[in-house]
């Protein structure tokens, strides 16, 4: 299959070199990473935190190191933050998609996922579709690039700041949700830390969202300013099964009460049996102007221009 290199893949806008690339992610709790890494220490320290611990990779080393500590989330061991965003992300105007997987995702034959579900290291990489990936679906940053062990699960991440010159930090907030309720607060709710322990909530799941009581959402991005939402669900969630939709489809909303399908699994390679888990979007040098979700069609075209070619 072909593939273009990781450097052009990743550069981000306005030029900024990918050394200047940025990851932050969350994994789930039976996630070691790979030895010298922050998350491994943490582990070796039997640190009952680390599926909510925040790490961060700037692609300079293949290691990781602390973002944001549970403690200053505000959350209890006995949870997971399951998705993630910083806020800033550039729902509109993007026409790039980035994402992880469960651990048992496969994708379709002949898909860059599908090669790496072949030897059980999918759940740890991040693969992208859209503008500029060659039409098909690419593998952007394989887990041992991130200083995680190569079957560790990626379960939430926020890669790209399309609103900031320079990548972002989240010492001073982070939007999430999470796998279990608790406080009040639903599976199905974003919620919103100001990173000094004060969890509140930012959009309820039912009435802002229009999703149905207990639907967890397992991967998020947001755009606060535009007020826009996309996210995927966790299969068993009752809105997939009453809507006939799957854990690998995307849905979007304007925070209005209702929420619509944005990318259907068939769009991206995935099987209706996979689930995304972690996602993020951003755009190729500077879109011109135009409606809302603008990688709705890129990637409807680039599908089609997929369907055309001959997969390794």
Do not use: C, W
């Not at 680390?50 to 403690?71: I, K, P």
């Not at 859209?130 to 990626?154: Q, S």
């Not at 397992?218 to 299969?235: I, K």
Request: glycine content about 12%.
């Amino acid at each position: 299959m072909y593939k273009l290199p990781l450097s052009i893949l990743i550069v981000m806008l306005f030029g900024i070199a990918p050394s200047a690339h940025a990851v932050v992610f969350t994994v789930d709790s039976l996630a070691s990473g790979a030895p010298g890494s922050a998350l491994n220490d943490d582990v070796l320290a039997t640190d009952p935190q680390t599926q909510n611990h925040l790490y961060f990779n700037d692609h300079n080393s293949s290691g990781n190191v602390g973002e944001m500590d549970a403690s200053a989330i505000g959350i209890a061991a006995s949870h997971n933050v399951n998705a993630l965003s910083n806020g800033n992300d550039a729902i509109g105007i993007a026409n790039r998609l980035y994402f992880s997987v469960t651990g048992s995702s496969m994708g379709e034959v002949g898909t860059a996922l599908r090669a790496e579900a072949d030897l059980g290291e999918q759940a740890g990489d991040i693969f992208g579709f859209g503008e500029g990936m060659g039409g098909f679906m690419t593998k952007i940053v394989d887990a041992v690039d991130l200083g995680l062990a190569a079957n560790d699960n990626i379960d939430g991440a926020d890669a790209f700041d399309p609103y900031q010159p320079n990548f972002t930090h989240f010492n001073d907030r982070v939007y999430f949700a999470t796998d279990t309720a608790f406080g009040g607060f639903g599976t199905e709710d974003i919620l919103f830390s100001d990173g000094a322990g004060n969890i509140t909530l930012y959009a309820d799941g039912v009435t802002v969202l229009g999703l149905a009581a207990g639907d967890v959402i397992d991967a998020l991005v947001l755009d606060t300013t535009a007020g826009l939402a996309m996210f995927s669900l966790a299969n068993g969630s009752t809105s997939l099964i009453s809507g006939g939709f799957s854990g690998a489809d995307l849905f979007s909303s304007s925070l209005n009460g209702s929420f619509a399908l944005a990318v259907s699994h068939t769009e991206l390679g995935l099987l209706a049996t996979d689930d995304i888990d972690a996602i993020e979007v951003d755009f190729e040098s500077v879109p011109v102007p135009g409606s809302a979700f603008l990688m709705l069609g890129a990637l409807a075209g680039l599908r089609r221009y997929r369907n055309s070619r001959t997969m390794a």
